[in-house]
């Protein structure tokens, strides 16, 4: 699955740096890098650290969220609670949490675009984010979820499998987040 996002994340940063028609990536890094806000986040010293800061709560709360919903679709945790239930519980978490790291993120991006929008794993970790949201939030609407069985259709392996599958995604964010410090 992650040399999946891998290589649809390298195929993404190719386009944005090599695709006809579309604006070059050294020139939206240029772009970003001459803004007033750019100038200011680099000139603060505190302002970085404070938002990777807010940033690392966020995916805590993010990701505590979706552990928590997609444990209960592998049946791994609440078994005996209704997953409409469960899932109403944490969404308020995950989406706030979402929010916030949209936030964060676009704000480290602007202070360093050099840092991310040229670095592969920044995009496989975007990707991963994508998919993970999706696996996170698609079974709430499936017809059935309210009650603690599968929707008609659905098997009990089916519903465990995407969980875990989830989950392996979630992990998957984590390790990619870390690796862009590390991949130039």
């Not at 993010?62 to 919903?69: E, K, P, R, T």
């Not at 009990?156 to 875990?164: C, K, S, W």
């Amino acid at each position: 699955m992650v040399a999946i996002g891998t290589s649809v994340a390298k195929a993404i940063a190719l386009l944005c740096v090599q695709g006809e028609g579309r604006m070059p990536m050294q020139s939206t890094i240029q772009w970003l890098l001459a803004t007033n806000l750019s100038h200011r986040l680099q000139d603060t010293s505190w302002a970085i650290p404070t938002i990777q800061s807010i940033h690392l709560l966020a995916i805590a709360a993010l990701i505590g969220s979706a552990v928590a919903i997609d444990l209960r679709l592998a049946g791994l945790f609440a078994c005996d609670v209704p997953f409409s239930r469960l899932f109403h519980r944490y969404a308020p978490w995950l989406w706030t949490a979402l929010g916030v790291l949209l936030a964060t993120g676009l704000l480290m991006v602007i202070g360093g675009p050099e840092r991310v929008l040229t670095n592969w794993m920044f995009w496989t970790k975007m990707v991963l984010v994508l998919f993970g949201l999706a696996l996170s939030v698609v079974m709430p609407v499936l017809p059935g979820m309210a009650e603690s069985v599968p929707p008609s259709g659905v098997s009990v392996t089916l519903m465990r499998l995407f969980g875990l599958c989830a989950l392996g995604t979630w992990v998957a964010v984590i390790f990619a987040g870390r690796w862009i410090a590390y991949i130039l």
